[in-house]
């Protein structure tokens, strides 16, 4: 494992640890979006830089997602959490197939923060990795469905 991004473009000097920084990018030949977070997470913000930038793209029910969060301390609160699942809620209808979302994250897996996720966000799967090689071999395969030792808690 590298601590170093492996995503082209996206150079670990460009984050502040000391304050909370997102960057929201689409990559639509792989039918993906990437937030890559660095800093003490801003729940709230982070949140809403998130659903701004799904609704400023065509289709993002046709999206998978990468969620990096290597870079990042503390949660994502309760209460943002159920925010963004909402706005997924209304708009997940007009996917063909479940979204599958990669979280990179240093962080142990919580399993009362698993069980959270998956009420939340019923028709999406969601696994962690270590390394951005990981996340998107699993985004790539054709099977929505994370093994007991990706699923993880966002």
Not at 45 to 64: G, N, T
Not at 84 to 103: F, G, M, N, Q, T
Request: with cysteine; charged share 20%; net charge negative.
């Amino acid at each position: 494992m590298t601590d170093s991004f492996s995503q082209p473009g996206f150079p670990q000097s460009q984050f502040s640890q000391a304050h909370f920084s997102q960057t929201c990018t689409q990559d639509v030949q792989s039918r993906r979006v990437h937030f890559i977070a660095a800093g003490p997470i801003d729940s709230a913000r982070m949140v809403d830089q998130q659903i701004a930038f799904l609704r400023s793209i065509e289709a993002p029910w046709l999206m998978d997602r990468i969620v990096d969060l290597r870079a990042c301390t503390g949660n994502v609160g309760y209460e943002d959490l159920v925010r963004l699942s909402l706005y997924w809620s209304s708009i997940e209808a007009k996917a063909p197939r479940p979204i599958k979302v990669a979280v990179i994250t240093t962080e142990a897996e919580q399993p009362g923060r698993r069980r959270t996720i998956n009420l939340l966000f019923q028709n999406q799967a969601f696994a962690c990795f270590a390394d951005w090689a990981d996340a998107v071999q699993w985004l790539e395969t054709a099977d929505a469905v994370a093994s007991p030792d990706q699923a993880c808690a966002a």
